[in-house]
Nanobody
Framework: QVQLVESGGGLVQAGDSLRLSCVASGRTFEEYTMAWFRQEVGKEREFVGAITGNDGTTAYQPSVKGRFTISRDNAKNTVYLQMSSLKPEDTAVYYC?????????????????WGQGTQVTVSS
């Protein structure tokens, strides 16, 4: 099985930056599309961004475009989410996800593996 472990969450003030990391197990990490989702209390899990394995093509939700950057280091089996200009509405549990089919999708049903999540709290 593939295991994903997120880290880097915490409490920050509006306007601050934060970088999340997700380390994956497995031998075929470079073939997976990796994505970040987030979930606020009482709401559905929401797509944040994704990056493909071979060519590093990225996609983002409009609300984070220009503020968040997703990247990966295949040699380390790690994907990152660099968050800048954080807003209180960014407060959520952030989850790492992997799609073994290597597509570029925003729907949660397209992803095969999930991490446990890391809390990001942005105060005003």
């Amino acid at each position: 099985q593939v295991q994903l472990v997120e880290s880097g969450g915490g409490l920050v003030q509006a306007g601050d930056s934060l970088r999340l990391s997700c380390v994956a197990s497995g031998r075929t990490f470079e073939e997976y599309t990796m994505a970040w989702f987030r979930q606020e209390v009482g709401k559905e899990r929401e797509f944040v961004g994704a990056i493909t394995g071979n060519d590093g093509t990225t996609a983002y939700q409009p609300s984070v475009k220009g503020r968040f950057t997703i990247s990966r280091d295949n040699a380390k089996n790690t994907v990152y989410l660099q968050m800048s200009s954080l807003k209180p509405e960014d407060t959520a549990v952030y989850y790492c996800a992997a799609d073994k089919n290597g597509g570029l999708w925003s729907g949660i049903d397209n992803y095969d593996y999930w991490g446990q999540g890391t809390q990001v709290t942005v105060s005003s």
